[in-house]
């Protein structure tokens, strides 16, 4: 079992910041975690891949944050600072962690429940 403990969410005025931070636990280490990544989705609308981190230094960013989101990995929880938020950055944002196939467990995908970001302009 691995659990994805997701916080920071809220509302926020635009131009305002906000951090999200993500922790993995269960029948998993950090060494078995490949990747970590935000993703958002509007209701309606298709989940969206919003930054992630390979490994624990290598970083990729939608072309949407670029410049205003950093994501950061620490062991097992993935953070990411936001800011100069934009009302169109309101979404729920879910952390996605990609794990490795060990010889006790088969690698997948596992996501969060979810955290509300609101960006009232």
């Known amino acids: 079992q691995v659990h994805l403990v997701e916080s920071g969410g809220g509302l926020v005025q635009a131009g305002g910041s906000l951090m999200l931070s993500c922790f993995a636990s269960?029948?998993?280490?950090?060494?078995?975690?490949?990747?970590m990544a935000w993703y958002r989705q509007v209701t309606g609308m298709q989940r969206e891949m919003v930054a992630r981190?390979?490994?624990?230094?290598t970083t990729e960013y939608a072309a949407f944050v670029k410049g205003r989101f950093t994501i950061s990995r620490d062991m097992a929880k993935v953070s990411m600072e936001m800011n100069n938020l934009k009302p169109e950055d309101t979404a729920v944002y879910y952390c996605?962690?990609?794990?490795?196939?060990?010889?006790?467990?088969?690698?997948?995908?596992?996501w969060g429940q979810g955290t509300q970001v609101t960006v009232s302009s």
């Open positions: 269960g029948t998993i280490g950090s060494r078995d975690i490949a990747t």
């Open positions: 996605k962690i990609e794990t490795r196939t060990t010889p006790f467990q088969v690698g997948g995908d596992y």
């Open positions: 981190v390979r490994g624990e230094l």
